[in-house]
């Protein structure tokens, strides 16, 4: 049986902390709610856990769908009081203090043999979320209901392939998609801001906001800016 863990260590000496072993392994990087002390990692199979970030104690645990059908491959979303974490099938919300359910949706779209990688963000006090190879393929949700404020129809070849990615002093996220699109978009709305290409099927890096440029890397090794 596969499984994984979480480590901490020491910034100015590199000793180690703390390791807690975990179910299953964890493809994206955990993500830390600083105000509660917490690391919340989600791996693979859906498992979703609450650990201290000072001495490596497991707060809380939760399950996010099915472990055997479920393919969880991006770091949980902070929404300041919780994350929300999951797939096309079984996406959800938690609460940060106990790990228990806010909200689930599970009508999204039924579990296919991919996974979702891409990260949403809470932007605009929206949470932004991009689901892989559907249509509708990127949201809009209330962060305390899981309601749908606006969602983007279209082509699922066109959908996220990177993790959105908030611009300061803005509502507006960066994103990129099937077929080389670069894409700024307000968080509030769905709107498109601006949309660029690269000349590459995939940009699947993390975009990078420097100075109000959108710089992204491509499949192939190249690297773009945009204004």
Do not use: C
């Amino acid at each position: 049986e596969a499984r994984g863990g979480l480590a901490s260590y020491g910034a100015d000496s590199g000793e180690s902390r703390w390791t807690v072993e975990l179910d299953a392994p964890i493809k994206a990087g955990a993500t830390a709610l600083h105000d509660h002390g917490l690391i919340v990692a989600a791996t693979v199979s859906g498992g979703v856990f609450g650990v201290d970030q000072y001495t490596g104690t497991l707060r809380w645990q939760a399950q996010i769908g099915d472990r055997l059908r479920t393919w969880v491959h991006a770091a949980p979303v902070d929404l300041g009081d919780g994350v929300a974490v999951g797939e096309t099938s079984h996406y959800a919300a938690l609460d940060a203090t106990d790990g228990s359910l806010r909200w689930e949706r599970r009508d999204l779209e039924g579990a296919e043999n991919y996974a979702t990688p891409m990260q949403g963000v809470l932007r605009g006090g929206e949470l932004v979320a991009g689901l892989s190879f559907i249509a509708p393929h990127t949201y809009g949700f209330d962060p305390a209901s899981g309601e749908t404020l606006w969602q983007r129809d279209g082509n699922r070849l066109a959908a996220p392939t990177s993790d959105l990615v908030a611009v300061p002093d803005s509502t507006d996220v960066v994103v990129t998609r099937l077929g080389g699109i670069v894409e700024r978009f307000d968080s509030a709305t769905g709107e498109v801001r601006w949309r660029g290409n690269v000349q590459a099927a995939f940009a699947p890096g993390r975009p990078l906001i420097h100075e109000d440029r959108a710089i992204v890397t491509t499949g192939i090794g190249e690297v773009a800016a945009f204004d």
